[in-house]
Nanobody, 112 residues
Framework: VQLVESGGGLVQPGGSRRLSCAAS????????MSWVRQVAGKGFEWVSS????????LYVDSVKGRFTISRDNAKNMLYLQMNSLQPEDKAVYYC??????WGQGTQVTVSS
């Protein structure tokens, strides 16, 4: 199983960023997937999840209306579109299966 995130970087407050997660080594379309983030020096925070059929995405309250999770089962890809980014969104973002597999993370920094 391999999960590889990309798309992190520096963005100004109010800006947007799209994270991608390339999945391989398992049957992606049969797994629910999630994004989790970790602020430096703090624990992990669940951000969003999407079921295998993209029917009912879920979000932590702090990102509702700003972030959108999506997936392309044909391409084995998971995405997180992040809009109206705020400094408190600065974190390492990880994609994970709704199991035990995690990617290596991608850093998102929100700063002017």
């Amino acid at each position: 199983v391999q999960l590889v995130e990309s798309g992190g970087g520096l963005v100004q407050p109010g800006g947007s960023r799209r994270l991608s997660c390339a999945a391989s080594g398992f049957t992606f379309r049969t797994y629910g997937m999630s994004w989790v983030r970790q602020v430096a020096g703090k624990g992990f925070e669940w951000v969003s999840s999407i079921d295998k059929g993209s029917v009912t995405p879920l979000y932590v309250d702090s990102v509702k209306g700003r972030f959108t999770i999506s997936r392309d089962n044909a391409k084995n890809m998971l995405y997180l579109q992040m809009n109206s980014l705020q400094p408190e969104d600065k974190a390492v973002y990880y994609c994970k299966t709704n199991g035990v597999h995690w990617g290596q993370g991608t850093q998102v920094t929100v700063s002017s």
